[in-house]
């Protein structure tokens, strides 16, 4: 076992192999804190957000009620895309194209 630097912050440290060059507090930091910066939200997911909140769940509620579509639980409820978004991006904001569905529908159904 040989000492060698590391090559973020200069400590010595043992290395059992050739493939190692930063050492375990390095390797912890790099792989526990993020170098960068959270990722900001597009102008297009805030306008789906606004959208989702004062038009398709007052709709929903009114049209509908709040129960799943599906089983007809009530309580915790989903927004689910009948014709799903990556496939259909068109009508990722069409009123008609939304149902509720409780959590275990959601999954089952996507």
């Given at each position: 076992m040989l000492e060698y630097l590391c090559k973020n912050c200069g400590r010595s440290f043992p290395r059992y192999n050739t493939t190692v060059t930063i050492?375990?507090?390095?390797a912890y930091n790099k792989y526990t804190?993020?170098?960068?910066?959270?990722?900001?939200?597009?102008?297009?997911?805030k306008e789906y957000d606004d959208w989702r909140i004062n038009v398709a769940i007052p709709y929903l509620d009114k049209q509908y009620g709040h129960r799943c579509a599906?089983?007809?639980?009530d309580g915790k409820l989903d927004i689910d895309h009948i014709q799903k978004r990556g496939s259909h991006p068109e009508l990722k904001m069409q009123i008609t194209?939304?149902?509720?569905?409780?959590?275990?529908?959601?999954?089952?159904?996507?």
């Open positions: 050492c375990q507090v390095c804190k993020p170098n960068k910066p959270i990722a900001k939200r597009g102008k297009k997911s599906i089983c007809g639980v194209n939304v149902r509720y569905l409780c959590r275990n529908c959601h999954i089952k159904e996507t």
